[in-house]
């Protein structure tokens, strides 16, 4: 078994193979949301929440700040809750000038020791996904979260946490000034794109979040838990590459 048989057999593809022309061509699903789907408890009043509260720093104030002047603020924040829950900030990884951008929704136990996000079976998925693209963490990919503070027992994070957080990853963004934006699940879809919307009516369209292209795709840490959406995931990572490759 060769190394892209082995990747394909781990996201449950092998071997099914979908090419990337017919990727493209994938049809909005039908809503269809779910109580196992990461982001199902996040409403339509959380997100109008989350546009209006407090945020980080003032907000335009992060606006002027490089790299290490943001990764000092991110650890010294306390601006919401979660900060006296965690052992420490995740800021994110990667290449600071990637093509790519993928956004989690917050560090889960395993990143909040190590400090990085996406390193547990959750972050090997995800380090499988990208290798079937032929990606590599820290090498043109930058990863990130919504909040960088782990939420108490891995709950979603809480509409006034998001809107307090947000303006952390929008500096990280503008620093990076990636070509496209991958979504990792609902809580981050939802966040990035200011509205409440299910995974399925999101995934197979090409959306905008501040002049960058963004897709939407399952949470790896879903797709654990559902393995059977691991083919819709490769359809949608697929059509990524694709509008990277324009
Ligand atoms: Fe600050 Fe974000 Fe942590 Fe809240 S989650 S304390 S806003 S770094």
Redesign the pocket.
């Known amino acids: 078994m060769d190394r892209r048989e082995a990747i394909l057999r781990e996201l449950n593809l092998y071997p099914q193979w979908i090419s990337r022309a017919s990727a493209a061509r994938i049809a909005p699903q039908p809503p269809a949301a779910t109580a196992t789907d990461p982001g199902a408890m996040v409403t339509a009043g959380q997100i109008q929440q989350a546009s209006a509260a407090p945020a ?1 720093g003032g907000g335009t104030e992060l606006g002027k700040l490089g790299w290490a002047e943001l990764k000092q603020r ?1 650890r010294d ?7 006296a829950g ?1 052992t420490q ?1 995740v800021f994110g990884v990667g290449d600071e000038k990637a093509d790519w951008l993928f956004v989690g929704e917050g560090p889960g136990a395993d990143e909040d020791i190590r400090g990085e996000p996406f390193v547990g079976q959750a972050g090997k998925l995800l380090d499988n996904m990208l290798m079937a693209i032929k990606l590599k963490r820290g090498s043109n990919v930058y990863i990130a979260n919504i ?3 782990r939420p108490p027992g891995n709950r979603n ?1 809480e509409a006034d ?1 998001i809107a ?2 947000m303006p ?1 990853l929008q500096r990280q963004i503008e620093l990076i000034q990636p070509k496209l934006i991958v979504a990792l699940g609902k809580v981050a879809s939802n966040a990035l794109l200011g509205r409440e919307a299910t995974l399925a009516s999101l995934r197979g369209k090409v959306h905008d979040y501040r002049g960058v292209k963004l897709i939407v795709t399952y949470h790896p840490a879903y797709l654990l838990r559902s393995p059977a959406e691991k083919a819709k995931a490769w359809q949608d990572l697929c059509m990524a590459v694709d509008i990277m490759n324009g």
């Open positions: 980080a991110v924040c306390t601006v919401c809750k979660l900060r965690c900030t909040v960088k503070c994070p946490e307090a957080c952390y």
